[in-house]
């Protein structure tokens, strides 16, 4: 109820209770009372406006009559859906289209092809004739070998005789040979074991060869090169010596002809001035006189003579000494040179041995990162393992669930219904679907799905359960059950001789709980399963007992003579090789997906992380054979 008060404010009530007016308008849409279209209430202009509708809508933006009827009814909500039915309608009309042509065009292959299936069959005929023959042809053949078999037999005994009277004439012999073979056997042994242990040992000599060879070179080639050296350190030395004594005994003649010319020049002088005087004192007179002077000149010029071939020798002396000193000063810088080269190499030698120590400490180094990192390698590929089998597992689960769920939706509405009742624990004793209590191998499916309909049976303890599932379902309007009645089946199943040993199905039946085991007697009873319809035709009726037998193709014979089975398609999967998975609740469903889900990505990025590491555990691999290159590299330069 409402009440209204004059301040425009409202109260609402339900039964006598305060509400509000979003719980009554809950309540009356409960009641199946249309609050939002309010078409209860037609005013005089909404009759107007109705009858000038149209009687349909001219397109999907306005309304007509029967838009209008449909939405008051609530009819409209269906109109998308079956547009969308045709859709799918139509579709599956153009798939039938296109599946019938084609059934169309095999079954005219199918035509076509009748004539070969003819000569096949005539050639197949003939091939079993050949084969026959060949039978015969190979049978009396045998029979020809039978014979020279024992012909051959008494030969070998014979020969068998000769050959122990031999062996007792030589038995010494063969002992002595018995003892050679094993002396022999033991030797090889002996051999083998040191051939194994000296396999590595030759190895390692050929490869300590190479490097004596490459040792070898490397000395001549350093031998030769330190004689070169040495000779011409020694050439060089010789020449110094001989340019020293050159320069010692030049250095000798020249001071000795310097005096010698000082000398001399000093004698000119003297005599010059005296000349000089006696020109003035006689310079009337030296008409007279210069023939005196020029007979004084003549004696002068051996003088002269012997000057100008010291002064020459003089001078060639000076130049030989300065050629001398040059090369000695050459020697000397050549000299300087080598020391100052031998003081290079000695400082790179320093540094080539402490670089050679760094590499040498970086080789370690990076062994023991290899072996480290090779160890934890190990040890991701064990965890990746784990981590696979957890994945592997995990995703397993949810695939069983999901079959689990997938085949609990396709069961029927009434073991559905029941299962669902079982689940909420308003039906005990319940066991399920016949066929579901037990398995089979997959080799029977089609017998056990044809010889025993009643797998789709139901299960019960007891027959008050069975009723209570009866009433149930009569109740709900469900459908119809066939129940089996544990209590009331017998406990004593007989165990019978069947003819040619052959198995009865209920043998092959493997119960979930020996519980069980009546109700399958109870579906088969002695049913026999044959490989074939000629071997199930002796079974049913070659003694003095009619047996009820299938065969593995799924044909039928009863008891009373009566034939079933053909046709292109078999009953099978009414029973199956391992017990169907329980039903899977929701949220356990979406903990499996979601365990599976995070163990996938887990796997993922372990094997991210597992590349990344092995792409630097394969750097470090390629660098160790670079240092250990270095390192031999600097070792020769050493060297």
Not at 10 to 31: A, M
Not at 210 to 225: A, F, G, I, S
Not at 444 to 458: E, G
Not at 459 to 464: A, L, R, S, W
Request: aromatic share 4%.
């Amino acid at each position: 109820a409402r009440s209204a008060f004059r301040n425009n404010s409202s109260v609402y009530t339900i039964n006598g209770d305060r509400s509000n007016f979003t719980e009554v308008t809950t309540l009356l849409k409960g009641r199946g009372i249309d609050l939002d279209h309010k078409r209860f209430l037609i005013l005089q202009g909404e009759v107007e406006s109705i009858a000038q509708m149209k009687p349909k809508a001219p397109n999907e933006h306005e309304d007509g009559l029967l838009e209008y009827l449909e939405d008051i009814i609530g009819t409209s909500r269906y109109k998308e859906p079956i547009e969308e039915t045709l859709v799918k309608v139509d579709q599956l009309n153009e798939d039938r289209s296109e599946k019938m042509n084609r059934l169309r065009l095999i079954e005219r292959d199918k035509a076509s092809l009748e004539e070969k299936k003819k000569e096949a069959e005539a050639w197949l005929r003939n091939k079993n004739e050949l084969v026959r023959a060949q039978n015969k042809i190979y049978q009396y053949y045998k029979l020809g070998h039978l014979r020279n078999e024992e012909e051959v037999q008494g030969s070998i005994e014979t020969l068998t005789k000769q050959l122990e009277q031999e062996r007792d004439k030589n038995k010494d012999t063969i002992a002595a040979i018995d003892e050679l073979q094993r002396a022999y056997d033991e030797r090889v042994k002996a051999f083998e074991i040191v051939k194994k242990e000296t396999a590595p040992l030759v190895k390692q000599l050929q490869t300590l060869e190479k490097q004596e060879v490459t040792l070898q070179e490397k000395r001549k080639h350093v031998m030769t090169k330190g004689k070169k050296l040495a000779k011409s350190l020694k050439e060089d030395n010789t020449s110094r010596g001989e340019a020293e004594r050159l320069i010692e005994n030049h250095t000798e003649s020249m001071d000795k002809n310097r005096k010698e010319v000082e000398k001399l020049e000093k004698s000119l002088e003297v005599e010059e001035a005296e000349l000089e005087k006696i020109a003035e004192s006689l310079k009337d007179k030296t008409e007279v006189f210069h023939a005196q002077i020029e007979a004084k000149q003549k004696e002068l010029e051996p003088w002269n003579a012997k000057i100008n071939k010291k002064q020459a020798e003089l001078d060639l002396a000076t130049n030989e000494r300065n050629m001398l000193a040059e090369k000695a000063q050459a020697i000397q810088t050549s000299v300087d040179d080598a020391a100052k080269l031998v003081e290079d190499l000695v400082g790179e030698k320093r540094a080539k041995e402490e670089q050679l120590g760094q590499l040498k400490s970086e080789l370690v180094a990076l062994k023991k990162e290899l072996a480290g990192g090779e160890k934890k390698l190990q040890g991701m590929e064990e965890q990746e393992q784990k981590l696979r089998s957890k994945a592997s597992s995990a995703r397993q689960k949810t695939d069983e669930a999901k079959a689990s769920q997938a085949a609990n939706t396709s069961a029927n509405a009434v073991l559905d219904s029941l299962n669902r009742m079982k689940a909420a624990g308003r039906i005990t004793g319940f066991h399920g679907r016949l066929g579901d209590l037990g398995t089979i191998p997959d080799k029977y499916d089609v017998a056990m799905s044809t010889a025993c309909p009643s797998l789709n049976h139901l299960v019960v303890d007891q027959v008050k359960q069975g009723e209570a599932c009866i009433a149930y379902l009569k109740a709900q309007n469900i459908g119809r059950a066939n129940i089996y009645v544990l209590e009331k089946l017998g406990k004593n199943i007989p165990s019978v001789q069947t003819p040619e040993n052959a198995p009865r199905l209920y043998d092959l039946v493997k119960p979930k709980d020996p519980k069980f085991a009546p109700a399958f007697y109870k579906a088969v009873r002695d049913t026999l399963v044959a490989d074939n319809l000629e071997q199930a035709n002796r079974l049913a009726f070659g003694g003095q007992r009619r047996w009820r037998v299938v065969t593995l193709a799924g044909q039928l014979i009863d008891t009373s003579g009566t034939m079933s089975g053909g046709g292109t398609r078999v009953m099978k999967g009414l029973m199956s090789s391992k017990f169907a998975a329980e039903s899977v609740r929701p949220e356990v469903m979406r903990q499996y997906e979601q365990e599976a889900e995070e163990a996938g990505r887990t796997l993922d990025e372990f094997l991210s992380e597992k590349r990344a590491f092995v792409g630097e555990l394969e750097e470090l691999q390629k660098r160790i054979p670079q240092v250990e290159m270095s390192v031999s590299k600097v070792e020769l330069d050493i060297k």
